[in-house]
């Protein structure tokens, strides 16, 4: 057997030896360049060929508007500061049904996840919720609670609950057995093991789950606001919507399309894809970046 | 007993685990397997006793009753240890945290101050020679490393705020068997350096009869299906080759007595 000095050599040796080497990503303006051009390139092409097809008058102008004319549109909304107030309107509704789905969706998953019972009793519906269109409550929503904000929250909170619960079940579902073991071989109570080990373990499944769960927010709130409207309601985003329609203004209509859309991706690539490729890459799951 | 007597005492006399007419079977009626069938196992404070056998022969059952994740079927585990610390084939580290944060969990799980875990992790970290990867997370280590932090948040897993007179045991089931042989050799004398300063006992699972002879002071070998005590050796006074020849046939003669069934 050789001597301790040897062998304090060789470990030091495989440890400089062994580690996995660390990739470096290039310099900042190569992921830039990686991250924006293609999708402002495709942007391009699109109106490229809008204004190509408005230009060929195949359509009617009230069903095919130049693209500068929604531009001028959009311009006006700036201008005139309406854009304020009806982006406020929503996002602000939105964010909050969000936050409260989030408040009811986590306990609820967790004891989806972790009661057997619970599960058997209401994992089914839940799935089954998360492919119901959170439209189809409108109707009820609005018998329910009338032309309110109470009813537009209940519409938000039908569709971002089920996709949050479900992201969470999924996510304690992955974790790998051994966790919660070594959780309880290193003196871990249900709660601290839930807190130390179940949540962050699941973290990642949660994630995907909170940002579908944003998602299903802001597609049922855009539902709601078109579908119930009244003065009591305010002008969001989906009123607006609904106002071109009516006076048959298709400029305004894809003003407001494209401001959902805006929305949508925005909060997306702002908040959960930064957050997502941070918890990622910490845990050494770095497929997602490319 | 009388009152002057301190704990300590008491303990120091006693062992720190001690298994009798321990059985297990898993399932019920027609499937029922029986793991393991009355083993009566003693390990004192501080011995290093290592169990032997092939596959089957409930080695990590046994280590999972100890450990507390199962129940026996019949007989009786008795601990005089703290709570004891288990480490795993795999690392198993918390992927999240970094290999410091992994060693401080079981500390603030028991309650630690935050002064007091800087110091115990700095202290751990340096025990198991990794003092300057505090800050790495678990997949920018190698395997050797992933386990030797392991083996630093074990230890850790056996400190008590209140410091008491309890005697430390750690579990370890086959940590060695997936790292390749040198990694594998420089771990188990690291192991043995770690064991040498920190006075817990250990009882190592492996199914490798030249890891069982250089680590263990004791030898058990275990039969398969069901697992019990077929024979144990000391390796104190042994020459370990002439230990290591006898266990493997022994071993060897083992397995055989499956092969016509």
Known sequence: ?290 | MTATLSSSEQVQSATAVELTGVGKIFGRGQQAVAALDGVDLSVAPGEFVCLLGASGCGKSTLLNLVAGLDAPTVGRITLNTSRPAVMFQESALMPWLTAGRNIELPLRLAGFGRADRQAKVAELLDLVRLGGSANKRPHELSGGMRQRVALARSLAATQRVKGSDEPALLLMDEPFAALDAITRDVLQGELLRVYERTATAVLFVTHDVREAVRLGQRVVLLSSRPGRVVQEWSTQDNDGEDVTAEITARLREVISTHAGR
């Open chain 1, 1 to 290: 057997m050789p001597d301790a000095e040897v062998q304090d050599r060789v470990g030091a040796g495989l440890d400089a030896l062994d580690p996995p080497t660390t990739r470096t990503d290039g310099p900042r303006w190569r992921g830039f360049a990686r991250g924006f051009l293609p999708p402002i390139g495709a942007l391009v092409v699109f109106i490229v060929v809008w204004q190509v097809l408005w230009a060929a008058a195949i359509w009617p102008e009230y069903q095919l508007p130049a693209p500068l004319t929604v531009w001028s549109r959009l311009a006006d909304l700036f201008s005139s500061g309406q854009i304020v107030e009806v982006l406020w309107t929503s996002v602000s509704r939105a964010v909050l049904g969000f936050l409260a789905g989030v408040v009811i969706a986590t306990p609820l998953g967790l004891l989806v996840a972790k009661v057997r019972v619970v599960r058997a009793a209401i994992g089914p519906l839940l799935s089954g919720l998360q492919s119901l269109p959170s439209v189809a409550w409108v109707p009820a929503a609005v018998l329910w609670f009338g032309l309110k904000d109470a009813s537009i929250y209940f519409v938000v909170l039908m569709g971002s609950v089920p996709s949050i619960a479900n992201g969470l079940v999924s996510g304690i579902d992955q974790i790998p057995p051994i966790l919660p073991r070594v959780g309880k071989t290193l003196g871990a109570s249900q709660l601290s093991a839930a807190r130390h080990i179940l949540l962050p373990a699941a973290l990642p499944g949660y994630l995907a789950g909170l940002k579908q769960g944003w998602a299903f927010s802001w597609r049922s709130l855009m539902a709601a606001e078109l579908i119930a409207h009244s003065p009591d309601l305010g002008l969001g985003l989906g009123a607006y919507l609904n106002q071109g329609s009516s006076y048959n203004d298709m400029p305004t209509v894809m003003a407001a399309i494209f401001l959902i859309l805006l929305v949508g991706v925005g909060i997306e690539l702002l908040v959960f894809r930064p957050v997502e490729k941070a918890v990622l890459r910490a845990r050494g799951l770095t497929g997602a970046t490319a």
